[in-house]
């Protein structure tokens, strides 16, 4: 199965940090209707360099996992969640990681 784990960092540019209340609204709008099979959702503390002003950037996250069978759907439905995200938080990015796995249940 395929698994793609996207990271999602809460804090909003020119202040404010996305509230529990507003993650949990895009989980159930923008997410989980797309993979209504299941996913994970961990909560992290991600860092970044600010490309602009070489500083470190610390940030409290959310990753999401979801394994799934490849198609065209599926990669539709991963980047139209980053793009909502990037679009309802003004987020410059959305990390995306991609990998195969073996997978039982």
Same mark, same amino acid.
């Given at each position: 199965?395929? *698994?793609?784990?996207?990271?999602?960092?809460?804090?909003?540019?020119?202040?404010? *940090?996305?509230? =529990?209340?507003? $993650?949990?609204?895009?989980?159930?709008? @923008?997410?989980? =209707? &797309?993979? =209504? %099979?299941?996913?994970?959702?961990? @909560?992290?503390?991600?860092? $970044? &360099?600010?490309?602009?002003?070489? *500083?470190?950037?610390?940030?409290?996250? /959310?990753?999401?996992?979801?394994?799934?069978? &490849?198609? %065209?759907?599926? @990669?539709?439905?991963?980047?139209?969640? /980053?793009?909502?995200?990037?679009? /309802?938080?003004?987020?410059?990015?959305?990390?995306?990681? %991609? @990998?195969? %796995?073996?997978?039982?249940?």
């Amino acid at each position: 199965m395929a *698994k793609t784990e996207l990271y999602f960092g809460l804090a909003i540019p020119g202040g404010g *940090k996305v509230t =529990p209340a507003q $993650w949990s609204d895009f989980l159930n709008t @923008e997410v989980t =209707p &797309r993979f =209504p %099979d299941g996913l994970t959702v961990d @909560e992290t503390a991600g860092q $970044w &360099r600010d490309q602009a002003t070489g *500083k470190t950037v610390r940030e409290p996250s /959310r990753v999401v996992m979801v394994l799934y069978t &490849r198609s %065209d759907q599926a @990669e539709a439905s991963i980047e139209a969640i /980053r793009t909502a995200y990037k679009t /309802r938080f003004r987020q410059d990015s959305v990390m995306r990681l %991609d @990998e195969m %796995d073996c997978v039982g249940f």
